[in-house]
């Protein structure tokens, strides 16, 4: 089963975030609430937890992307 990562609303009316920093690569196992992704909006740096438990399969959203709110930026496999 593939899970979406979504870049979750923090609120504020902010609509975009960039990518800073992927704290987990392709091919790395990850759990449910564990921090994979650091996002920055205009107000807030914010980490991204993981949604399931699985295997960091893809990344669409690359470091020094900007991401439109709700967007897909990476998928798990479980």
Sequence with gaps: MTTDIILPSSGMGIEEATIVRWVKSVGDAVSE??????????????????????????????????????????????
């Design 33 to 78: 609430g564990e921090i994979i992704v650091q996002v920055e909006t205009a107000k807030a740096t914010v980490e991204v937890e993981a949604p399931a438990s699985g295997i960091l399969t893809t990344i669409v959203a690359p470091e020094g992307a900007t991401v439109e709110i709700n967007a897909v930026i990476g998928t798990i496999e479980a």
